[in-house]
């Protein structure tokens, strides 16, 4: 059953072996909006990104995408769910065997039945509209690191998913480049209509890009709201992040030197 | 001493988790290769990689291991005065064992590492990740044309490994040491029968599938590893952790498969 909401987490644990790392998370990502998850390092956003691709499954909750709870259905139902996702990789992910304009079409190769010029007609408008169509035949060792995110960007949008998941886009890039990039994601979401979750902690990006804002802190959800709203927060776990306040190192001088001189194996 | 035993458990454990791993890898291949779509050109391209360019490395270890077996048994069947049986030798010891087991691991060396290197950095890099999120399940468009083309590449191999080395001894005991080439060619013959070339093809397409099998599992599955969250050293790690088991199985299930045919 599809709601205003394409995609609601509720009550989600993940854990790695005995290592809790995202407790009891709720969230709910609108239809044709930008969300941005966005925590320090650790806070587990990736964590929780690679559970809403269903790529780990959680120790508890529930993820329910365009009608469809990925925690607990089939890999048929969830692979016919993934045709409409599109996901651009921190490093982009590009098959190294393949050039750019091969890497952008496979999905349309293995999913359509298109015949190869219709196939040749979309690959390069979807080149040309993050600017790589000069470049369509290089391999992915010939490109920068802006030009690899802007390819794997084209091939996550090559089905015109109605999902659509960036994992650090920003990340090794320079300010330039960072910028056309979310220009790149907010053209994405007006003409295209798609739902956008972007995992980050570029501040600029994140103000820039947001219609929403959840904000992960030691693997559990400290605030969701307008980049206002953020903005305006009091929490300081929030206005720490916001004005990169380094955290406090309050440990009792006891325990400090147990550490430093314990054995190894403990 | 604890942490010794516990260590040896843990061993213990992750060999067991991976075996099962694999065996379930072969399963799942086993099934999905005959669901659409059909992997033609990919499985065209990956018996390109594992066999034919695998043939120069044959051709020159088939031909020098032919022309050992061929001074060796000379020497030996000299001194029973039974030089005459030198083809016979040559040729039931290549087609029986020496073939299937030195073309296996003739290919784990020089494909079997490459393969599973090619997986484990696709899977740290992310690639596997892309394949599953794009809706392409990965064992099937990664894994099964490589399974595949060594199912079919290495007893093909074998055959040539099998000829070069047979004329490799007629070149060392005929031609430089002078036993008769009617005796040689004759022998062979008479004394190679269908069961011993069955014997050979069985091996090889099992060790075929074997190799290819264990490379591909260590690559694909380096993640759930101990090692894998290492980068460059656990793909190395996985590498040499691939050659070594895939060719210790080789040589195991060459005396299982033979024990239970003879």
């Known amino acids: 059953m599809e709601t205003a909401n394409a995609i609601e987490i509720r009550d989600l644990d993940v854990d790695y072996g005995s290592r809790r790392i995202l407790s009891d998370i709720n969230i709910d990502i609108r239809q044709g909006e930008i969300m941005v998850i966005m925590g320090g390092s650790g806070s587990g956003k990736s964590t929780l990104l690679r559970c809403i691709l269903g790529l780990k499954k959680p120790s508890a909750g529930h993820i329910n995408m365009l009608g469809t709870d990925i925690c607990h259905t089939s890999n048929k139902k969830l692979y016919a769910l993934r045709e409409q996702m599109g996901v651009a990789f921190q490093g982009g992910a590009l098959f190294t065997s393949m050039t750019v304009a091969e890497n952008i079409q496979l999905p349309l190769r293995e999913h359509t039945n298109l015949d190869e010029n219709t196939i040749q007609i979309m690959t390069r408008i979807k080149l040309d509209m993050v600017n790589m169509l000069p470049h369509e035949n290089l391999m992915p060792s010939e490109l920068s690191g802006g030009m690899k995110k802007r390819a794997a960007l084209a091939r996550a949008i090559i089905m015109d998913p109605k999902l659509l998941f960036f994992d650090e886009p920003s990340a090794g890039l320079d300010p330039i480049t960072s910028a056309e990039l979310d220009e790149l994601i907010v053209m994405l979401k007006e003409s295209m209509k798609m739902t956008i979750v972007v995992v980050t902690h570029e501040l600029e990006s994140v103000f820039a890009i947001a219609d929403r804002i959840a904000i992960l802190g030691e693997g559990r959800l400290v605030q969701v709201g307008t980049p206002e709203e953020i903005k305006s927060s009091t929490d300081e776990r929030v206005t720490g992040l916001l004005n990169r306040i380094p955290r406090e190192n309050n440990v009792d001088k006891d325990v400090h030197i147990e550490r430093l001189t314990r054995d190894k194996e403990q | ?262």
Not at chain 2, 143 to 169: D, E, M, R, W, Y
Request: charge should be neutral.
């Open chain 2, 1 to 262: 001493m604890i942490k010794a035993i516990s260590n040896l458990g843990s061993y213990a454990i992750e060999t067991i988790e991976q075996t099962g791993r694999t065996f379930n890898l072969l399963l799942i291949i086993a099934w999905k290769m005959f669901l659409p779509p059909y992997q033609i050109f990919p499985i065209i391209k990956q018996i390109y990689f594992i066999g034919a360019r695998s043939l120069t490395v044959i051709i020159i270890s088939g031909g020098t291991i032919g022309m050992v077996l061929g001074l060796q048994f000379y020497n030996t069947l000299e001194r029973f005065g039974s030089v005459s049986v030198l083809g016979s030798a040559v040729a039931l010891s290549i087609i029986r064992e020496l073939g299937p087991v030195m073309t296996a691991l003739m290919v784990v060396g020089r494909a079997g590492s490459a393969i599973c290197a090619e997986l484990g950095i696709m899977r740290i890099s992310e690639q596997v990740d892309a394949l599953e999120c794009m809706a392409i399940p990965p064992d099937k468009y990664l894994v099964a044309p490589k399974l595949i083309a060594g199912i079919v590449s290495v007893p093909l191999l074998n055959f040539v490994f099998n000829v070069v080395a047979i004329g490799g001894g007629y070149f060392v005991g005929v031609i430089m040491l002078g036993v008769s080439e009617g005796s040689y060619v004759n022998g062979m013959i008479d004394s190679v029968v269908w069961g011993d070339v069955r014997l050979g093809m069985v091996k090889s397409i099992i060790f075929g599938m074997l190799i290819t099998l264990i490379c591909c599992a260590k690559g694909f599955y380096l993640h759930l590893s101990r090692y894998g969250s290492q980068g460059a050293e656990g793909v190395s790690r996985a590498t040499t952790d691939a050659v070594v088991i895939s060719s210790i199985s080789v040589l195991f299930f060459d005396f299982l498969i033979g024990a239970l045919m003879s």
